[in-house]
């Protein structure tokens, strides 16, 4: 009678299969709903797999906005990616190795959870009209940096904090200036952590909806709002919908897969490390 | 000094400075404005300029029954979807805590529901709750029972949403007390069993006490998370039918960006961020109080 066994019994095997039926189920639906028909949407009972499975929805639904949201995304994304990363790890550095205003740290991040979405993206909407820069990738780019970097700090600090400093040390005693330190010896060998982090940034600024919706307007969609303006319309285009929806998860997906090993880290702050 | 000496000392300062800029602008800035902004009246939708009114939003707030409506919808999503995310995922996450061969492969499947956007898990609830030709209905009635009007029912619209929204973060809940469960080390699982302790004993007295910490900070995450939700709403229901199933962070965006009552919107943010940072103490306390005993 052990309480972690080695291996699945029938019993477990069974609750293990339902629950999993359970959270792919939708998913997996909505897949499905992508390759149907008109009329193959809206019947009863309802048709599980099309019979025609064709990807027209798929040229439909990205000639319609999705093609432009995904864009949109991508642009915003990586963009907001690469500057909260590098503008971040410079700040978690410093903060590990010379103890700069880090203790407060932890409640900063924790505030900036707490805040309910309207307390920030009112005055930042107002900024932005007051700049005239709404609708522009410029707001979304720097509203998400601006999420985005102190969970960064946050998270690169742990990892630079694991990293021996006697590393680093000695390349200084060779001669190398700390500059070359951070980004000969620290940097490099920190590399799986950064590359966790920008995948999480990513991952947040993928999903992103309520300041891509105020921020971005007719020039600006990003695809969770281009997706979520195909369902205000008369006739609701479920299947476009859908395999819009289906590419835009595709990337985050394939993220999941490659995070596995930091998921708990980046969720909880580094609260819990996984 | 050298030069490069000089240009050393101040590296550190430098490679800070770009962040806490930043940081500054989003906390500071935005809280002391939006806090200027709660005690006035300040309706930018028809133009009208801004008048300082005091405290009088936040007297406002507590007899809106729109507000109230909002807040009382928040909390059934705390009470019953926070509650069930957190014992169904550690339900799962026990069933997970033994090594089998794909396990990594299955617990990364059921990650799946929070990574996917909250706007695709909307769009996806918005199909299986289809009163006529949704699956969910089918499904019921495959198994004898009658339709349930999911999203066109005053009193059902802010539970199918809470259904949504366990589905969706329960995998949160599993993941972290999983990796929390994966750290007690296998030696206390011995030791109990050595001293006879059943499957029950060991729970209660060895892994529910070992967990708290972990399950204090999934739980307040949870928690201060739920406050924000959003997308969920805006997508399934927009709040109906009627404002059946507003939350407050719904009703906040509307009197912000659909009304422009600017003032208003933002003393309900100040109000909902009071709640908060108190239920946060409140957690923390806890918390802390376990670190030192």
């Known amino acids: ?274 | 000094m050298s030069m490069k000496g000089k240009r050393e000392r101040y590296l550190p300062l430098f490679f800070v400075l770009p962040t806490v800029i930043i940081i500054l602008i989003i906390s500071i800035f935005p809280l002391i404005y939006s806090f200027w902004l709660s005690l006035c009246e300040w309706e930018i939708g028809i133009g009208a300029d801004r008048v300082f009114v005091g405290l009088r939003n936040y007297a406002r707030l507590l007899t809106d029954s729109r507000f109230l409506n909002s807040l009382m919808n928040t909390g059934r999503v705390l009470f019953f979807g926070v509650g069930a995310q957190f014992a169904l995922g550690l339900g799962v996450a026990l069933l997970l805590n033994r090594s089998f061969r794909g396990k990594n492969l299955v617990s990364t499947l059921f990650l799946l529901p929070m990574m996917v956007s909250p706007v695709v898990v909307g769009c996806i609830w918005r199909i299986i709750y289809h009163y006529r030709y949704g699956p969910l209905n089918y499904m019921l009635n495959m198994a004898g029972l009658s339709s349930v009007n999911w999203l066109g029912s005053t009193d059902m619209a802010i539970y199918s949403i809470i259904l949504a929204d366990i589905w969706e973060w329960t995998p949160f809940m599993m993941i972290v007390l999983l990796a929390g469960l994966q750290a007690i080390p296998d030696e206390l699982y011995e030791a109990a069993r050595v001293d006879g302790a059943n499957r029950w004993q060991i729970f209660t007295y060895m892994l529910v006490p070992l967990l708290r910490p972990v399950m204090i900070i999934v739980i307040l995450i949870r928690i201060m998370d739920t406050f924000k939700i959003f997308d969920l709403v805006f997508l399934i229901t927009f709040g109906g039918p009627g404002q059946a199933s507003e939350t407050v962070s719904f009703y906040n965006y509307l009197t912000g960006f659909r009304h422009f009552s600017m003032g208003y919107a933002s003393s309900m943010a100040y109000f909902q961020l009071a709640i908060i940072v108190i239920i946060a103490n409140i957690f923390l306390r806890v918390w802390r109080r376990r670190e030192e005993a």
């Open chain 1, 1 to 274: 009678m052990r309480y972690r066994k080695n291996g699945v019994n029938i019993l477990v095997f069974f609750g293990l299969a339902i629950l999993l039926l359970f959270f792919l189920s939708p998913i997996i639906w909505n897949v499905l709903t992508s390759f149907k028909d008109r009329g193959e949407y809206f019947t009863y009972p309802p048709v599980f797999i099309s019979s025609t499975f064709s990807f027209e929805y798929y040229q439909h639904g990205l000639a319609i906005g999705g093609a432009k949201g995904i864009q949109d995304s991508l642009i915003i994304t990586l963009s907001t990616t690469a500057i909260s990363v590098i503008l971040g790890s410079l700040a978690a550095y410093s903060i590990a190795r010379f103890r700069i205003g880090g203790d407060n740290f932890a409640f900063w991040i924790l505030s900036i959870r707490m805040l309910p979405p309207v307390a920030s993206l009112l005055p930042l909407f107002l900024f932005f009209r007051f700049l005239r820069l709404l609708d522009t990738y410029e707001a979304l780019i720097l509203t998400y940096s601006i999420i985005n970097l102190p969970f960064v700090v946050w998270l690169m600090k742990g990892f630079f904090e694991e990293l021996p400093k006697e590393l680093e040390e000695a390349a200084l005693v060779d001669g190398c200036s700390r500059l070359g330190a951070f980004t000969r010896i620290a940097l490099p060998l920190v590399s799986p952590g950064l590359v966790a982090t920008a995948l999480f940034c990513f991952m947040f600024s993928w999903n992103e909806f309520i300041f891509a919706l105020i921020l971005g307007r007719s020039r600006v969609v990003p695809v969770t709002v281009n997706i979520a303006g195909m369902i205000g319309g008369h006739e609701i285009l479920w299947a476009e919908i859908s395999a819009v929806a289906t590419l835009a998860s595709v990337p985050i997906i394939l993220l999941a897969f490659v995070l596995q090993r930091f998921l708990v880290r980046g969720l909880t702050l580094g609260a819990v490390k996984g």
